[in-house]
């Protein structure tokens, strides 16, 4: 268990996340191609909000505290959206979510007028990967008021994997969000709203990933709430010799061991394997 938690909760909006334990954000992709569900919520090439709301519904019913949905596939090579389709996709899910259930939306997304549509909309959270550095990104997550995940990607999605590069991958990704906090911070983003993510496999290699998650505790020593996205990622395939389907297993154990090193926020696809493992966690913890 992290002894380093100096926000026990997150205020959300309307909402409020208890983050004084590990919490579980499920992911919902509005999108036709990510990588790893992408199109399983489209009906004759049409994203169909009743299978998005089913599948949010059942990721709260099998313990997710946020459902994060994302309209922008961020994969590899991935074809770049528009400002306008990702707004048909994210706005009218985060709505539904909100009118059917009581959970908290994040909106996975770098574009502005996305951040501030899907907080009208009654997002709770949101989720950058580009750490706010789109420009006008910065001044409208200001704005929502809402908290902000800033993630560390080196690169951009189209090239990230094309040669990564690190001196030391966990203390250039600490100097990153470090630099990140402070500049958001002093543009108006109170430091009580930043939560850190260090990004596994947004322009690293298997041997940077693998450190990364080994030096993680230096990273939630800095005493801001932690979210990591492991499940299901290339490393695990890459180790293991699995294809996307066979994963669980060690999206499982990686993200036990996030947990232990001190992440508070795990993002994940299979929400209720998820939470049998921090089930078993905490039971173990309070013993
Ligand atoms: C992450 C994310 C992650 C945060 C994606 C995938 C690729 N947001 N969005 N952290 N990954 N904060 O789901 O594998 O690791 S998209």
């Known amino acids: 268990m992290s002894a380093i938690i100096i926000m026990m909760y997150l205020s959300c909006a309307d909402q409020t996340l208890d983050l004084s334990q590990p919490t579980i954000m499920g992911v919902l992709n509005t999108t036709p191609d990510s990588f790893s569900d992408g199109g399983s919520l489209f009906e004759r090439d049409r994203l169909s909000l009743s299978l998005a709301l089913q599948k949010a519904q059942q990721m709260v019913l099998e ?6 949905v994302g309209g922008e596939s961020t994969r590899p090579g991935a074809a770049a959206v528009s400002q306008e389709e ?11 979510i909100r009118r059917e259930m009581d959970v908290i939306v994040s909106v996975d997304t770098s574009s502005p007028a996305v951040m501030t549509a899907a907080a009208a909309a009654g997002a709770g959270l949101i989720n ?10 910065l001044a409208a997550a200001v704005k ?14 189209g090239s990230m994997q094309d040669e990564p590069r690190y001196d030391d991958v966990v203390t250039d990704v600490a100097g990153f969000l470090a630099r990140r906090l402070a500049d958001c911070e002093r543009q108006g983003l109170p430091r009580q709203r930043i939560l850190l993510d260090p990004g596994f496999g ?16 230096k990273l939630a020593a800095m005493a801001q709430p932690l979210l990591v996205g492991l499940s ?15 994963r669980l297993p060690g999206s499982l154990a990686l993200m036990l061991m996030a ?9 994940v696809h299979d929400v209720a394997a998820t939470a049998d493992v921090l089930k078993l966690y905490r039971a173990v913890a309070t013993a």
Not at 144 to 157: A, I, K, Y
């Open 63 to 68: 313990g997710a505290a946020i459902i994060d």
């Open 86 to 96: 990702e707004l048909q996709r994210v706005v009218p899910v985060v709505e539904a």
């Open 128 to 137: 950058d990967v580009r750490a706010l550095r789109r420009e006008g990104a």
């Open 144 to 157: 929502t008021g809402l908290p902000v995940c800033l993630m560390h990607m080196q690169g951009e999605p």
């Open 202 to 217: 947004f322009g690293k290699t298997v041997a940077h990933n693998l450190a990364l998650l080994k030096g993680l505790d």
């Open 232 to 246: 299901r990622k290339s490393l695990i395939g890459k180790v293991l010799g699995r294809d996307l389907a066979d």
């Open 259 to 267: 947990v232990q090193k001190g992440a508070h926020i795990v993002r």
